[in-house]
């Protein structure tokens, strides 16, 4: 097999349209998979900074009638010669031609050392069209693409969550959280080791380009519970509101301007050492607000604590350093992402809603707008059945639709709703 | 704190702590809060500065006592250099003005009103009293 080459089609198609008799070569940039055999390359530095190892990389258009060898032949002088000034060796790099043929582009590749020349396999990464067009049929992909969801926190849940729906063809996002990547998050989180210390924001941002690279992704670091005029700004202006913080005033203040501005709002936590969890719909008006279920006792569990500041938030200043560790007690990834994978389907049914897409069976079945998961036979579900062969009965690993009403007397969405 | 939230709270404060409460400094966010007066069963009177902060009802108020000034434990010492303390349901103080745990934080909700706050404060008031009484500590009240 020969080495592979992916370019990106649209940024070919855009260095095409500059070509002129005078200039039709381009430097570019290309990253290689060492041992591999795979380069991908660019006309320009990516926007989100790519994998692999850099070397030389040229786009070459030559006019029509010329041939790919002499053009190669000179392509590798002239780097040579180029490196060579600026005192650098000459190792190797990646040439893409592009001959214009009966109206096309036929590309070409080849990897140029000094002493050979290698012929690659040149794919192009499609345009935007193309890039999510399996999913077509199930999903209104161009719906999809003009929703703009907001993400409170971007945490382990609120990471894959935006992953997921720019997977599912989501094309804005706007991305609040003030945390930075530490060691401690790794494991739950989409983010690499080599993130450590970036923004959650902005390590997402740069996952969700690199699913989907036309997206539009806003990111905001900032402490939403002294930003609320920001937060309400980005409420009205969402199509779908995420509330994934681990503080409950967070929660409560996302689900203050989901309200007011009349957005549908997703909240999902872990229960202690995520034994399970809950996701809430809140539909203004057309069922209970997070403050309503909270007041009834149904939020009350307690919330899984996964860092020592969330300990600290949660619990009285005067609670002795080693209660506070005790209390942060994590469940693993897995046990997450069944609570993540849920919301994006709720996160799907409302963003789909009126159009004729696919996702009209599952509204059909997710008409609770409160529910739970459990994971394991621990803490207050320590009594519950064995699964075993049993589907009749509760058990582990399933969804529960809680039957949930507004209560009348809440003093948020009665308020906000009739207000 | 909006406006409707506002009256909702100020009715209720009305029905029930009747010119023993007022709010202060609604339009400065760094100092807006409620000042309320609490009488114990003994008779004894007490001031609190409840602090609203500007996310009320979202996040939790804080607490404090305002007068008598410098509250002490049976023991002479100054509540507020025993803070933060698990035994008296002290948080950290505001000066010598000591900041009461009336909830958890992670029970806190938006439907929780100032007024239910102030009661959770008569609370540890009469606990307070009965540690004067008996030497025993706050949270011997607060959890039998």
Sequence with gaps: MHPLVYADESQVQALFRQVSPRRWRFKGVAYEWRGEGVFHVFARTPAVAPSGYPLGCFFAFPPEGSQPEPTEARVVQEVRAELGSAGMPFRQAVLSVFHWRNGSLAPHACLCAPDRKVACDLRYVPAHSELYSRSRGLLEVEALERKRVVIVGLGSFGSQIAIELAKAGVGRFDLLDFDRLELANLARHTGRIQDLGRFKTRVVRDAILSKNPFCEVRTFEVDINRRLPLLRQRCAGADLVISVTDDNASRFNVNHFALQTGRTALFGRAITRAAGGDVLRARPGAGPCLSCLFGQGLLQTPAEVSTIEQARRDLPAYTAPDQLQATVQVGLSSDILPITNMMVKLALVALSEGTAAGMQSVAEDLVADFYLWVNRRDLIYRAWPRMEYFYNRNSILRWYGIRTQRDPACLVCGQLISG | ?144
């Design chain 2, 1 to 144: 704190m909006d406006s409707t939230r506002y009256r909702i709270e100020k009715t209720i404060l009305e029905q029930n702590f009747s010119r023993r409460s007022a709010f202060v400094d609604r339009y400065n966010p760094e100092t807006f809060s409620l000042r309320v007066g609490l009488k114990c069963s003994s008779g004894q009177a007490y001031q609190l500065r409840i602090r609203i902060p500007p996310d009320y009802p979202n996040s939790i108020p804080r607490a404090y006592v305002m007068t008598p000034a410098d509250l002490r434990d049976r023991a002479g010492q100054s509540l507020a250099q025993r803070s933060p303390s698990h035994d008296m349901h002290l948080l950290s103080p505001d000066g010598n003005q000591i900041q009461l745990c009336h909830y958890k934080p992670a029970n806190w909700h938006p439907n929780v009103t100032l007024y239910k706050v102030a009661l959770k404060c008569l609370v540890w008031l009469e606990a307070y009293e009965n540690h004067m009484l008996t030497g025993k500590p706050i949270d011997h009240f607060l959890h039998s």
